[in-house]
């Protein structure tokens, strides 16, 4: 790649950097219905960290196979922290307040 294009695209890449807004921002605020229970401690702990309550809630109810593969994918494919007694509790947690009662 010759200097031109590099500093084309160092340019373009940078240019957000001096982007500026004179009025005042506000992000809107959303309260989402949270159903407290058992295995609420474990949700907030382990889920809340990196997302809110909106993308559980957007999932509909769902069945505790589907739960449990969130659960999962949130530990194999984004590396959440969360052992094997955590993952069972917020399993069931989701499933009770979340699901649609059926296991598959």
């Known amino acids: 790649m010759n200097t031109k294009k590099l500093f084309l695209a160092a340019a373009i890449a940078a240019s957000p950097l001096f982007a500026q807004v004179s009025a005042k921002v506000e992000v809107p605020y959303v309260a989402f219905p949270v159903k407290m229970g058992a295995g609420f401690d474990e949700v907030q702990a382990n889920c809340l960290m990196c997302h809110s309550f ?12 589907f739960w449990r593969g969130k659960v999962n994918k949130m530990i194999v494919h984004f590396k959440a922290p969360i052992n094997q007694k955590s993952a069972d509790i917020i399993t069931a947690y989701l499933f009770e307040h979340y699901g649609n009662g059926q296991e598959k």
């Open 54 to 65: 909106g993308y559980i809630i957007n999932q509909g109810k769902q069945s505790k196979k």
